[in-house]
């Protein structure tokens, strides 16, 4: 199979988008950081457990293009549409966050303790701050995106009503 020399290939295409969206105004950073960060997960898990709702935090990394898209086309529309408590955690950051047990912690010490690996990864979070669906991981497949998402949160949703 030959390539068009003049037609990048997927690698060159997402190393492309990256270093594109690392470069951004300052406004088009502030846009792409639609999802609030927690000050304490112990206390929106009550807000949102309060609800009917699973807690969802995304793990992100800056910069990431597929998280960009799982922000803002999918996650943020969740939380501003249906009421959804949809927080951010960035897997670099050392801003401090009060994880479940309200123990003061950095944003890259909870993606590292919940083992995460892979920006994006959506994790649902019901009593106790027990996850209660599949974790989703990555943002490959933009197409099954929206379904997978969907079959998460109903999965999350019976497990925190139940």
């Avoid at 927080?87 to 912690?105: G, H, L, N, Y």
């Amino acid at each position: 199979m030959t390539s068009h020399p003049n037609r990048l290939g997927r690698r060159e295409l997402i190393l492309a988008t990256a270093c594109l969206l690392t470069t951004l105004s300052p406004a088009a950073k502030a846009a792409n950081a639609a999802l609030p960060a927690p000050e304490s997960l112990a206390d929106e898990l009550a807000k949102a457990l309060k609800m009917g709702q699973p807690l969802v935090v995304m793990v992100s990394l800056e910069g990431c293009p597929f998280c960009h898209v799982a922000r803002n086309h999918y996650l943020d529309p969740l939380r501003r549409q249906e009421g959804v408590p949809v927080f951010q955690i960035d897997m670099r950051s050392t801003v401090a966050v009060r994880d479940f047990k309200r123990m003061a912690v950095t944003h890259d010490q909870l993606a590292r303790a919940w083992g995460v690996k892979v920006a994006p990864t959506v994790l649902f979070f019901g009593s106790g701050g027990k996850e209660v669906a599949g974790r989703l991981e990555g943002g490959y497949i933009p197409d099954f995106y929206g379904a997978y998402l969907d079959q998460r949160m109903q999965q999350a949703r019976a497990a925190v009503k139940s």
